[in-house]
C-alpha cells in the first residue's frame, strides 16, 4: 500500500513558477510509475507528466501544452516526485494530482484509471 501527499500548491501570477512535490510512504516507491494529472471543475482529470520507475530508467513524457515549461523529476532516497512549473499561464490553474502505479505500457500513462494510488490534491491557482 502506497499513500501520496502532495504539495506546494498555492496563488502565482502568470509568468511565475511553481515546485509541487508528491511524498509516498509504503511499498517500493522507486519500482513505482508516477504521473502528474490536473482537474477543473466538472472537468475530466488530465495527463500532465509523467516519470518512470527504476526498471525503466526513469524516462518523462509531457501533454504538449507544458512541454518546455513542466519538468518533472523524481528522488527515490526522498521517496519523493517534483514537478517544477516554470512560466505559468492562467490555463494551468487547475487542482493537481500524484498517481502512482506498476505495470503500465507506454499507450497507457495518460489514462488515470492505469494507477493504482492517488494523492489528495494540492490547489495550483495562476492569475493573469
Known amino acids: 500500500q502506497v499513500q501520496l501527499a502532495e504539495s506546494g500548491g498555492g496563488l502565482v501570477q502568470a509568468g511565475g513558477s511553481l515546485r509541487l512535490s508528491c511524498a509516498a510512504s509504503?511499498?517500493?516507491?522507486?519500482?513505482?510509475?508516477v504521473g502528474w494529472f490536473r482537474q477543473t471543475p466538472g472537468k475530466e482529470r488530465k495527463f500532465v507528466a509523467h516519470?518512470?520507475?527504476?526498471?525503466?530508467?526513469?524516462?518523462?513524457h509531457y501533454r504538449d501544452s507544458v512541454k518546455g515549461r513542466f519538468t518533472i523529476s523524481r528522488d527515490n532516497a526522498k521517496n519523493s516526485v517534483y514537478l517544477q512549473m516554470n512560466n505559468l499561464e492562467s490555463g494551468d490553474t487547475a487542482v493537481y494530482y500524484c498517481?502512482?502505479?506498476?505495470?503500465?505500457?507506454?499507450?497507457?500513462?495518460?489514462?488515470?484509471?492505469?494507477?493504482?494510488?492517488w494523492g489528495q490534491g494540492t490547489q495550483v491557482t495562476v492569475s493573469s
Open positions: 509504503g511499498g517500493t516507491f522507486s519500482n513505482y510509475a
Open positions: 498517481a502512482a502505479g506498476t505495470g503500465m505500457i507506454l499507450s497507457s500513462i495518460r489514462t488515470p484509471g492505469q494507477y493504482t494510488y
Open positions: 516519470i518512470r520507475g527504476r526498471g525503466h530508467g526513469g524516462t518523462t
